[in-house]
């Protein structure tokens, strides 16, 4: 077995298995993701020996087995489509499912704009919403999600307000670290940045072993901690 194979074996489950566990069919299941209504699969493994996903693009995977490959949270964004009203309209009811997502992420990035790391683009100095750029990082998480972003990076992604604390984390750590390029710290930032970078590691996934040399993973975790810890000996 392939360290794609582990890793997707460890993390995800096939079309399959998803489908066993939410309780549908294969074709119930594509219907879903064809309608915008779940989101894509985070990984295809082709019978070529690629790996496909829309964060990495297409990689190389030789020996690993072909399928597609879902976060096992699938299947609570599978439940609430199901329970969605259509009005016999597949486009209502993606309709109300991305206002019920945006809703209660805008309300997450509201709290971790006052409690994690402000978002000046989004919230003005008192905590109150700018439109533009609310709406234009509400529009951009919906995209994500339905393309199978959050479900391959998201450690946990069974709600929007796990979705958005690891999000704003990565904004935040990129900020800090200089996008993971920083070498100089005071005690006082090394020991922060030490906390902020053990609780994004915490919120994201690992990476696929074919994906994680050009990971956020590698430089914002593991290669920062390597200039922290070089700092530190400075």
């Known amino acids: 077995m392939t360290d794609l194979n582990h890793y997707l074996a460890r993390h995800y489950v096939n079309q399959i298995q998803l489908a066993g566990i939410a309780q549908i069919g294969v074709a119930e299941l594509d219907e879903l993701i064809a309608a915008r209504l779940i989101p894509a699969p985070s990984y295809v493994v082709s019978d070529d020996g690629k790996v496909t996903s829309f964060v990495f693009g297409q990689l190389d995977a030789p020996g ?9 949270a699938q299947s609570v964004w599978i439940a609430r489509a199901r ?3 259509t009005g016999g309209a597949a486009h209502q009811a993606e309709s109300i499912l991305k206002q019920r997502f945006t809703t209660s992420f805008a309300a997450a990035l509201a709290a971790l704009n006052l409690s994690l790391w402000r978002l000046p683009d989004s919230f003005d100095e008192d905590g109150a919403p700018i439109a533009n750029g609310l709406q234009a990082r509400l529009d951009s998480a919906w995209t994500y999600f339905l393309n199978g972003t959050f479900n391959l990076c998201v450690a946990n992604p069974i709600s929007e307000a796990h979705i958005a604390y690891k999000e704003v984390l990565q904004e935040k750590l990129a900020q800090q670290s200089e996008n993971g390029s920083r070498d100089a710290f005071t005690p006082q930032q090394a020991r922060d940045m030490h906390g902020l970078i053990d609780a994004y590691a915490a919120a994201s996934m690992r990476f696929s072993p074919a994906e994680y040399p050009v990971s956020s993973r590698k430089r914002l975790v593991d290669g920062l901690r390597a200039r922290l810890a070089a700092a530190n000996m400075d």
């Open 64 to 72: 690993a087995t072909p399928g597609r490959y879902f976060h096992p």
């Open 83 to 85: 329970e969605a009203p």
